[in-house]
């Protein structure tokens, strides 16, 4: 193909001048070639995206094509694109594989492509299959490619195709993946340590969608509802509880959805065969920033926590409104706490005794000394009776009886004294 450019150049600007169109004919005629020589050459531009052809009846018309230039593009592209004839040996290239191989455009034309590959990629076998003889005409895989300061990750494409003089050719494009490789891979590791610390953890964690269907769950979840956790998948969480406790939990979705900010409920349900309290941390899970796609979910139990309250409430009840006089002070005989009993016998308030001594209000009796019995029970010798006088805010003097006891913290540590004292 000597006169390649010389045909082709006459044929483009024959067409600038006819931009409507000519047949083979025509073009033959105008520039006194053979219409054989014409039809070649207008195929290879029409294979480059030189030109196009339109049918008319049973006429050909081939004009000027009006896309930009692929090649002119591709320079703006962010992948890397290079251009090798049936030898591998690189024929063009845009700015992006000038950057990715830190060579000149000067210094690669005429490289072997492969050549390239076999000191900087990190897998000898991508070489093997692009000259693979079973090689489909288009091939993509990964590759790792060591530049001269870093290692980047690859997606390399590699298309058969036609030259613009009509001659076999390859086009390469390397997409660099290195940022997205890296994410999935940070992605995969957070997601593992997810897993890791939901699967043995003792709360119940779980996601479900917007329509409360289960996602996720972990294992002490399906443990306490006894059900295979891959089994749970897909499952309405309000099959598994009660129409009032499921009405609750899509309350609370609700206000996650609605507010699309984290929520912290205690919910109450009956598992196992009975009533047990959760304390839940619902958390929205975006998608594209916007949409709620799903909730995160981390209940831990309350139910001990729930009860001991409870049980907490009832006693300070019995407490406060008990007829008997119930007292505790601290170890060098200061009162803490004073009921309404205590208050009825004496006539002194809670204000006018708390922090005050109780050796001034409650006296030895005739028989018994105070001081030596209390000190008694903080030795560890258990509940002592006794009894003794109760000084009144008005003066007058009761007798009373004593129980006298130790109040001990978890190490089973004295830390205080009750006093329960009743009128004789």
Known sequence: MENYDYYITNIENLLKENPRGMTVSEISQELSMSRNTVGKYLELMYLSGKVEVRVVGKAKLY???????????L??????VVQTDDQYRIQSMNLGAVELFEITREGLIGQNILDIFRFSAGDPKIT??????????????????????????LWMKLIDTVMYDGSPGRIFMFEDVTDWKRAEEELKESEYLYRTLA????DLIFIVTPDNRYEYVNSKLAEELEVNPKDLIGQSR????????????????????TTKKPVRKEVQVHLRERTRW?????????????NVRGIFVIAREVTDQKEAQRAKYHLASLVEYSDAAIISRTLD???????????????????????????????????????????????GEGVMNYKAVMKRKDGQKKDISLTVSSIVNEENTVIGVSLIGREL
């Not at 000027?64 to 090649?71: A, D, I, N």
């Not at 090689?135 to 060591?146: N, V």
């Not at 959760?278 to 916007?290: S, W």
């Not at 708390?354 to 030895?364: E, L, S, Y």
């Open 63 to 73: 004009y000027l094509s009006s896309r930009v230039p692929v090649t002119q593009l």
């Open 75 to 80: 320079n703006y592209s962010s992948d890397a």
């Open 128 to 153: 093997e299959a692009i000259i693979s003889r079973d090689r489909p005409a288009a091939f993509s895989c990964e590759m790792e490619f060591r530049k001269r300061t870093s290692v980047r990750f």
């Open 199 to 202: 699967e043995s953890s003792q």
């Open 238 to 257: 309000d099959r598994f509880f009660s129409p009032d406790e499921a009405a609750h939990m899509r309350e609370n979705n609700a206000l996650v959805l």
């Open 278 to 290: 959760f304390d839940e941390m619902l958390i929205p899970l975006f998608h594209n920033g916007e």
């Open 333 to 379: 005989g200061t009162v803490l706490s004073w009921n309404h009993g205590a208050e009825k016998i004496s006539g002194y308030s809670p204000e006018e005794m708390i922090g005050k001594p109780i050796f001034t209000v409650i006296q030895k009796s005739p028989a018994e000394d105070v001081k030596d019995i209390s000190e008694k029970v903080l030795r």
